[in-house]
């Protein structure tokens, strides 16, 4: 350490004197009486100074010693933190390791006690608080939709199992928390994470979590993020009161395909109240019929609405007229879709850029839609099903 040679300085020169140096004063050694009575020019009396003078330099480095440590070593025991990272923080995240498979040595970064530099992990420069963890499984692709999901769900049902470590609760100050692509084999979704209530970003999707989502996940009010993608055809994951959802107001992105909704017959009017929504995918989460009248369209910023594999959609189709901020709609493999139900909820959307209504069985002319000039990708109304 740097700090070794004042260290001894510290510990050697104070010893010529006995007196305690908790009861020294600084005035103490600046105080030279013999020197007025014998005259400025005495040697004895400057070799006296000079010693005094040196003992205050050591004084105050003893000082320095005790009051602020000798080093990072010490820094450490005292206060519980390393040079950027919580202790009690990186133990949590060595725990959290323990549980996650890894054949790939991903966790090869998480050694030392810096763990703001560990891969996926960051923290807030000012407390040293853990503030992100991404442990998102490594695959070599980036998914979109376009992927087709049934290999996604091949790729997370082959790879090695993994646990959801109860010391992620300690990572009290985490704001963004992405667990996807990662094998939980059929666990049900922890409700521990409902306890971290500054997420801001939370990805569960592909998981292969089962059963209900927990409504304490609405104790997440400061969420814009939300991913629970699931990863199965059978209602593995399922929701039947979506009420809890109303209470994160600021919510920008939500998908929750894949999760079964066939229970949740407020589904409509709980989405319809997250006004900062910009975009929604449900795909195949089999939505209930919703009866007239609809209320008001409050979706004011939504961007993407992807309803697709649902077929009790027709019922809500005349509310997306006034969507006037939708930018992409995709309705494919609704089934229960009619040309005229397309006509009169489609033809206001003038900023409409892509709309997709591939798997259905239209019949008839969509000329409104198209006429506007503005859908430049459109899908499933070409190859003769449905003239234009």
């Not at 409902?194 to 989502?213: C, K, Q, R």
């Not at 019922?315 to 709609?329: K, Y």
């Amino acid at each position: 350490m740097s700090w070794g040679f004042p260290v001894v300085m510290c510990l050697y020169i104070p010893t010529e004197t006995s007196i305690p140096t908790s009861h020294l004063h600084i005035s103490s050694f600046l105080s030279v009486p013999s020197m007025a009575a014998a005259g400025s020019g005495s040697f004895q009396d400057g070799r006296i100074a000079s010693k005094r003078l040196m003992m205050l330099v050591a004084l105050l480095l003893v000082s320095c010693c005790l009051g602020h440590g000798f080093g990072d070593d010490d820094h450490v025991e005292a206060e519980g933190i390393s040079s950027s990272c919580m202790e009690s923080e990186r133990r949590a995240l060595l725990a959290i390791k323990s549980d996650m498979y890894d054949p790939d040595n991903w966790f090869s970064t998480w050694t030392g006690k810096d763990c703001c530099g560990w891969r996926g992990v960051a923290c807030d420069h000012t407390t040293g608080h853990v503030t992100k963890l991404d442990l998102r499984y490594p695959y070599t692709y980036t998914y979109t939709y376009t992927y087709d999901m049934w290999d996604v769900f091949y790729d997370v049902k082959t790879i090695g199992a993994s646990k959801v470590n109860s010391s992620l609760q300690e990572l009290k100050h985490l704001t963004y928390l992405d667990l996807s692509m990662n094998n939980f084999s059929h666990a049900p979704v922890p409700k521990m994470i409902a306890s971290l209530v500054h997420l801001e970003y939370l990805n569960l999707s592909y998981t292969m979590f089962d059963g209900p989502i927990p409504p304490q996940l609405g104790n997440l009010s400061n969420l814009h993020y939300l991913d629970l993608h699931g990863w199965n055809y059978d209602d593995s994951l399922h929701v039947d009161d979506l009420d809890w959802l109303s209470r994160i107001t600021s919510l920008k992105y939500l998908d929750m395909s894949y999760v079964n909704l066939s229970k949740a017959t407020n589904w409509f009017y709980i989405i319809n109240s997250i006004s900062t929504l910009e975009v929604l995918h449900l795909i195949y989460v089999d939505l209930p019929y919703v009866p007239s009248p609809l209320p008001t369209f409050n979706l004011t910023a939504i961007a993407t609405l992807d309803l697709s594999g649902n077929s009790n959609v027709t019922s809500v189709l005349r509310w997306f007229s006034n969507a006037t901020s939708l930018e992409n709609l995709l309705l494919s493999g609704c089934r229960s879709l009619t040309i005229e139900s397309v006509q009169v909820a489609l033809g206001a959307l003038l900023n409409l850029k892509k709309l997709d209504l591939s798997d259905n069985s239209l019949e008839g002319e969509i000329r409104e839609i198209l006429n506007n000039g503005m859908c430049a990708d459109v899908m499933g109304i070409s190859g003769g099903d449905v003239p234009i």
